[in-house]
C-alpha cells in the first residue's frame, strides 16, 4: 500500500464555517506534509510533521491548524477562512525527514476547498 | 533562497518527436532534484530523481551543475506523456522539503 488518502476530496464552506480536512497513511512513514495548491500554480508547503511533532510551519495563517493524533493520521483544521484560501489542498508522507535517495515524498490526490 | 524555475508554461510536441522539458535552479549548497508529474485527475507521482540517475518510462534528467539546469528528456513522445510536469528541489538545510517549479504543460499532438 503506497498510497495517501485524503477525505473529503471536495468542501465548499462558508467563512464563519469550522471545518477539517483529513489524511490517512499506512506505509508506517514518520514525516507528513500539508501543501496548497492554488489554480494553475505549483504546490507550496504549509507544514511538516516529523514524528508527530510541528516541524515545519511555513508562517500560515493561524486560522490553519494542523494536527497529527498518531502516526498515520493528519488533519488540518479550517476556521474563519477566506475566499481566496479557495485551493487543492495536498497531503503527503515520506520516510522520514531525512534527505536520502530512497526517501521518497508520496502525495495524495487532495482536497478541493470552496470558501463562499 | 532555493528557487526553481521552469520558463515554459506549455509545451507541445508532435508523436514521435523529441522532448525537452526545461528546468534551472538556483541553490547555494548542493541540491537534490526531482521531476514530479500529474496526469489529468490524478495525484502527484515522482518521476525520477537526479541521484536515482535511472530512466523511467523513457524520461531522463541529468544534473548539470556548471549550468544549474536539470531538464527532462525523451526522444520520443508519447501520447500518454501529455501531463502536467513539475521539477522540484529539496535543499540540504531543510530536510525532505520540496520546492517546486511552476509546472509545465506538456501536450502530445497525433
Known amino acids: 500500500d503506497t498510497e495517501v488518502t485524503q477525505t473529503p476530496k471536495h468542501l465548499v464552506m462558508g467563512m464563519t464555517n469550522k471545518k477539517s480536512l483529513k489524511c490517512e497513511q499506512h506505509m508506517g512513514h514518520r514525516a507528513m506534509y500539508w501543501y496548497k495548491q492554488k489554480a494553475k500554480k505549483p504546490p507550496e508547503l504549509m507544514f511538516v510533521y516529523s514524528y508527530e511533532k510541528l516541524s515545519i510551519n511555513e508562517s500560515v495563517p493561524s486560522r490553519f491548524s494542523p494536527e497529527c493524533p498518531n502516526s498515520s493520521l493528519l488533519n488540518l483544521h479550517l476556521h474563519a477562512l477566506q475566499p481566496e484560501d479557495s485551493a487543492l489542498y495536498l497531503c503527503?508522507?515520506?520516510?522520514?525527514?531525512?534527505?536520502?535517495?530512497?526517501?521518497?515524498?508520496?502525495f495524495g490526490e487532495g482536497s478541493w476547498l470552496t470558501v463562499v | 533562497a532555493q528557487r526553481v524555475t521552469q520558463p515554459e508554461k506549455l509545451l507541445s510536441v508532435f508523436k514521435g518527436a523529441p522532448v525537452e522539458l526545461k528546468c534551472n535552479y538556483s541553490?547555494?549548497?548542493?541540491?537534490?532534484l526531482f521531476w514530479y508529474v500529474q496526469y489529468s485527475r490524478q495525484r502527484l507521482q515522482l518521476l525520477l530523481r537526479?541521484?536515482s540517475r535511472e530512466s523511467i518510462k523513457g524520461f531522463t534528467a541529468d544534473l548539470n551543475k556548471g549550468e544549474t539546469s536539470f531538464h527532462l528528456k525523451k526522444p520520443f513522445a508519447q501520447e500518454e506523456d501529455s501531463a502536467m510536469y513539475y521539477c522540484?528541489?529539496?535543499?540540504?538545510?531543510?530536510?525532505?522539503?520540496?520546492?517546486f517549479g511552476t509546472g509545465t504543460q506538456l501536450k502530445v499532438e497525433l
Open positions: 522540484a528541489l529539496s535543499g540540504a538545510g531543510g530536510g525532505n522539503k520540496l520546492t
Open positions: 503527503a508522507s515520506s520516510q522520514d525527514m531525512s534527505r536520502y535517495s530512497g526517501n521518497t515524498i508520496y
Open positions: 541553490y547555494s549548497g548542493s541540491p537534490e
Open positions: 537526479h541521484i
